[in-house]
């Protein structure tokens, strides 16, 4: 009896140390998303006014991605795209869900946390969602059934305002009014997480902030930083500097739980900045335009890894790099093999790490049929873009979908086009359609058949008009009214 019960410990140990062995083996995975960041927004890609010294820090201890792209121009296919590796139109996400919409990511889409979890990976998602409009409903997929075992999340914004919102979830469970402003809050459970969590497995934590989309909240000891008489300047770049305080927050618990030396870490944004009349202040740098276009200021967004003994402190690469490639790296990362049974459009941007280009099977790739220019699809090969119009523009209001817009969305063409050579062109001021014919013809052949291909996989929705519903419950804080009261005195 004693040897057997030696025996079976021996063998509990055995098996606890294993499986301790299996997951110091493979590193653990945290992707940072910020909403509506623009390419010149952070001090460490250019910007000589903001202070952002943790992600400077964090720069100077990894790898900054210079060319590194958002796989769409706003924000649910943005991170549909992040969580399936595919473009995001071919899951029908192809543009921002609005509350209570029927579009969603599908069931049969399968995520990075999903493929994590089956792997043995903890997985949990702090912030914003915006990848169904019928939130927390049984309806659509929920966090919960894209593969995060816990989940801390709200639909879109954090409502009434980014301060002291009522309308996160946890699990499924509605958690009422907080006190603080959503950097910190969403930090604040990510951090309880990572202490709570099985400590025998790797994991995978995805931290959504909601900075700097509006509505903009701010602490008011971040707005003093920036002293100007215009208070949504101060509120917009203290915004920036109240998320980079938080994202600090976040690395100082990896360092204090022993996690840093095993982590990778992937800092990024969803899309370009939000440049709109009540906040002018985002900045794409030296990119042309902003959110919501195809030009390199909508989808061009600042990108930094961290792992440590594996990426060479303060380096860069202009390696292009998007979205639709974290599945593909957080699989390589893992030792996991990715979905086989479905296009993926991405590739394991893990060969940058080692000064290396990324392999890949098919160019990147993007397509937004409500893109605020003219330009709705286009594609990077090496250093060239394409960019082309549609025959068959949609109608109406962005977010109602009618069967006359469907109805377009098939059967419309590429039509007219351009061409930019963005290494000698970063700003896209030359259009080289004429002066490279050839070129041209072989990037158009390619697009082409790209654009259909993604066309036909993209599922339909039902008819459904957006009432503007969430919009209502946003409270615009005072320096909005103080803002417009100082344009109507000039």
């Known amino acids: 009896m004693k040897r057997t019960r030696l025996l079976i410990l021996f063998l509990t140990l055995a098996a606890v140390f294993a499986t301790q062995a299996t997951a110091a083996a493979r590193p653990n995975i945290v992707l940072v998303l910020c909403d509506d960041l623009g390419y010149g927004d952070l001090h460490c890609f250019g910007d000589k006014t903001l202070q952002t010294p943790h992600l400077d820090k964090f720069a100077a201890e990894g790898l900054r991605l210079t060319s590194c792209y958002a796989a769409h121009a706003n924000c649910s296919p943005s991170r549909t795209a992040l969580m399936t590796g595919r473009t995001p139109t071919r899951a029908g996400v192809r543009n921002w869900i609005a509350q209570d919409s029927p579009v969603h990511m599908p069931r049969s889409e399968v995520t990075i946390a999903t493929l994590l979890r089956r792997a043995g990976y903890a997985t949990c998602h702090s912030g914003k969602w915006h990848m169904n409009g019928q939130f927390n409903q049984p309806t ?226 993007w397509h937004f049929n409500r893109a605020s220019s003219d330009a709705k699809v286009a594609m990077r090969v090496g250093d060239w873009k394409i960019l082309a119009t549609l025959d068959k523009p949609p109608v109406g209001r962005a977010n109602d979908i009618t069967e006359e817009d469907e109805c377009r969305f098939k059967e419309a063409e590429l039509a007219t086009f351009a061409l930019y050579n963005l290494r000698d062109d970063i700003g896209e001021k030359m259009d080289l359609a004429t002066a490279e014919p050839s070129r041209l013809e072989e990037m158009k052949a390619l697009l082409r058949a790209k654009y259909r291909e993604v066309r036909a996989e993209s599922p339909t929705w039902p008819a459904w008009q957006f009432t503007g519903a969430e919009g209502k419950r946003i409270q615009w804080p005072d320096y909005a009214k103080k803002r417009q009261a100082a344009k109507k005195k000039k």
């Open 140 to 365: 659509q997929p929920q966090p919960g059934e894209h593969g995060f075992e816990h989940w801390f999340s709200t639909q879109n914004n954090a409502l009434p305002s980014h301060r002291n919102p009522d309308n996160f979830v946890r699990n499924g469970q509605e958690v009422g009014k907080l006190e603080g402003y959503s950097a910190h809050l969403v930090v604040d459970e990510a951090i309880r997480w990572l202490g709570a969590r099985d400590q025998a497995k790797p994991f995978f934590l995805y931290v959504c902030f909601h900075e700097p989309h509006e509505p903009i909240a701010t602490d008011p000891k971040y707005t003093k930083l920036y002293p100007c008489d215009d208070p949504s300047y101060s509120a917009h770049h203290g915004n920036i500097t109240q998320m980079d305080d938080a994202f600090g927050r976040l690395m100082r618990a990896l360092d204090e739980r022993g996690l840093r030396e095993n982590t990778f870490v992937f800092f990024t944004s969803d899309n370009g900045p939000a440049v709109t009349a009540m906040h002018p202040h985002g900045s794409a740098g030296p990119l042309r335009d902003k959110k919501g276009s195809l030009y390199e200021g909508g989808i061009r967004v600042p990108g930094i890894v961290r792992w440590p003994g594996k990426t060479k402190p303060g380096s860069v690469s202009d390696e292009p790099v998007s979205g639709v490639d974290f599945l593909p790296t957080a699989c390589a990362l893992a030792g996991i093999e990715p979905p086989r049974d479905r296009t993926l459009d991405g590739a394991s941007f893990l060969p940058v790490l080692e000064g290396k280009p990324v392999v890949r099977s098919t160019p990147l790739y």
